[in-house]
């Protein structure tokens, strides 16, 4: 796939924010967190940023801001937090006109949507503030819609685009642009706020980074002191240009490529997804169907009492969850736009979807409810999740790159809807059956 408006957006530099620490390379090119959050954005990807206090995590959200011209619905979290309010005003001439005739006006008549809805951004600050029940009103503005008064309403902008297919055969569709993007402060080993966060909400958050994994450089410390102009305070951008066009249209250009695809890229995408959902699903005990879901109210004590597996095979078994589907498409769409994004930052960049959904996994899988045994993230990673996804990340590549030859034969047998033979299918058993 081609996003000529990545290019454009790879050169968006953040007016404040500050750090040059790479959080991964690929095909040699190494991307920032600046890089991977323009990434995420492109892919209409909500982020979650989360570290200690006075890291830089608010700074980097007044830049994202800024990135849409500060055209954004800003909240802070709390308990008395009420989504629908920022959204909802009164109809006052509905209740002028009832008043006036006599008549009666019904509640859904008596309010309306705010100018809210053409936001493209909605921008949550310390979410860890809000108990639970709270967070959970953020459900619908993560999927892109608000409901009010039993009407739902689309988040952000709209624009109509002409789509074709690979036999050419065009459509029209209206491209809506809406993302979330929320802090939380992160201290101890728990969140310093109200309470956590649950699953439900991590997992419409698509990628969440721990932002004291990418902690600056000590010369970004120093640009930082430099270009403080003796001010402590957040910086606000007095007027930033508004880039909300270009994201709407990178975002328009990975739904074209999704119509379109490469497919040789598309086959391999389509053998990681059904890894992530069901390979990693694989756990070599028969009373629970081999099946870590099965297993879910004994899994993971019941690999760790059986001692199953071997080596490598015992961080699989005892650490990692499959994927559920949303957030194994949010692994595939993240690494989709970090490819795109490092051949547009460097176009001699050569990368493979496996080096990419590699590296997505590593990114979405710490802190997307993938690592499920606490104990021994603390024991063997000093309880830090990302370095758990990035061991585990690490040998999942090495695992699925000692079984290149089975995946390359399945991707043959199926470009060519030929069905596979059965030398094939037997090989395909234990975490691979899902290739077949």
């Given amino acids: 796939m081609n996003n000529p408006t990545l ?47 006075g890291m830089g995590k608010s700074q980097l959200l007044a830049d994202v801001q800024g990135l849409f011209g500060n055209n954004a619905s800003y909240v802070l979290g709390r308990n008395d937090l009420d989504i629908k309010s920022l959204f909802r005003e009164m109809n006052f001439a509905a209740l002028k006109e009832a008043r006036e005739k006599g008549g009666k006006v019904s509640q859904q008549d008596l309010s309306q949507a705010t100018a809210e809805i053409y936001r493209p951004l909605v921008v949550v600050e310390e979410i860890n503030r809000c108990a639970e029940i709270v967070q959970n009103q953020l459900f619908n503005i993560f999927e892109g ?9 689309p988040l952000g902008g709209s624009k109509l685009k002409v789509f074709h297919d690979v036999d050419g055969k065009k459509w029209s569709q209206n491209v809506r642009y809406s993302v979330g ?25 698509h990628l969440i980074i721990d932002v004291d994994n990418f902690s600056p450089k000590p010369s970004d410390l120093d640009a930082i002191l430099l270009s403080s102009g003796g001010e402590v305070r957040l910086k606000e951008q007095e007027k930033p240009k508004d880039k909300t066009s270009l994201f709407t249209e990178a975002f328009g250009q990975f739904k074209q490529g999704a119509y379109t695809p490469n497919p040789q890229e598309l086959g391999e995408e389509l053998l990681m997804f059904r890894y992530l959902v069901f390979g990693l699903d694989y756990l070599p005990c028969e009373a629970g169907k081999n099946s870590k879901r099965v297993m879910k109210d004994v899994w993971p004590g019941k690999a760790e009492e059986d001692n199953i597996g071997d080596n490598d095979e015992k961080l699989l078994y005892r650490i990692v969850y499959p994927a559920s589907v949303r957030g194994a498409m949010s692994i595939i769409t993240l690494a989709r736009s970090l490819r795109e994004y490092a051949q547009a930052k460097n176009p001699k960049t050569k990368v493979s979807v496996m080096d990419s959904v590699i590296e997505s996994f590593k990114l979405v899988g710490a802190y997307s409810g993938m690592l499920e045994n606490p104990q ?17 990340g690490d040998k999942l590549k090495k695992r699925l790159g000692s079984h290149r030859d ?31």
């Fill in 7 to 53: 290019a454009r957006i790879v050169a968006l530099e953040a007016p404040t924010y500050r750090n040059t620490e790479k959080v991964l390379t690929l095909g040699g090119t190494e991307l920032t967190l600046w890089d991977v959050v323009k990434a995420s954005l492109a892919a209409r990807l909500n982020i979650g940023l989360y570290g200690g206090a």
């Fill in 145 to 153: 819609f608000i409901e009010l008064d039993g009407k739902k309403y």
């Fill in 181 to 205: 993007v929320w802090s939380a402060n992160f201290g101890n080993g728990q969140y310093t706020g109200t309470v956590s966060m649950d699953k439900a909400l991590k997992e419409r958050s």
């Fill in 376 to 392: 021994r993230i603390r024991e063997q990673y000093a309880g830090n999740p990302y370095r758990a996804a990035s061991d585990i």
């Fill in 406 to 436: 089975l995946m390359d034969a399945v991707l043959i047998c199926k470009a060519q809807e030929k069905p596979l033979p059965k030398s094939i299918v037997d090989a395909c058993v234990g975490e691979y059956a899902c290739f077949k």
